[in-house]
């Protein structure tokens, strides 16, 4: 399986210099583990990936406990919606929240977190009323409500297209997102330097990479015919 693994990675490494514009520097990749067990990450990170993402607190406080002798070299993503009664769980356990959607969370982080917290707001560029999410024209307001925060640190901007979003309109989704990113760094608002985009998973990080993201969060193609 760790032979796979390494396939995999030289597969998702590649595809991503193929898509990467000439002069931007290659996202962060984000390993979602949600679905394998801490043998699995183990071997990821013997395979120099340092970056894991989680979608549910009892897993990743688990999977937090069962790899402390290896969490100093970790950095945890959690990146699924997260309740508000939750917060206090993972908060100070965690190196990013992808999923800032709403403003009783970034409350309730600001009265739990012990020190300031690097997060994205979750943006629904595409308006499907399944997704959760700050609409795009509320996100001015939205920051300029968040410069009491000083618990959270927004470091950028979060989306996901739809699944049955065709390519074009993935690219415009994406690029819409990156054009946001860049107006809200701009501003200059306290406490959101925006300089980030955490956008792509497995099935369209090649068409996020080329419309600049710097974060994609990939699961299966990590664990392609590996598990």
Known sequence: MKQ???TNINVIQETIENHLPAGNEEPTVVAVTKT???????DLHALGVKHFGENRPDVFLKKY???ADINDEIQWHFIGNLQTRQVKK???DI????SLDRLSLAKEIQKRAEQPVNCFIQVNVSGEDSKSGFQPDALADTLKELEAYDKLNIIGLMTMAPID???EEIHEYFRFLKELQVEVEQSNFTNAPCTEVSMGMSQD???AVSEGTTFIRVGTAF????L
Not at 36 to 42: A, G, H, L
Not at 223 to 226: E, I, L, S, V, Y
């Open 4 to 6: 796979t693994l390494k």
């Open 165 to 167: 979003a065709s390519q």
């Open 205 to 207: 990080y090649p068409i």
């Open 36 to 42: 394998v067990d801490e043998k699995t990450m183990r």
């Open 223 to 226: 664990f392609k015919d590996a």
């Open 65 to 67: 406990e069962n790899l």
């Open 95 to 98: 190196d990013y929240l992808h």
């Open 90 to 92: 993972i908060i100070n």
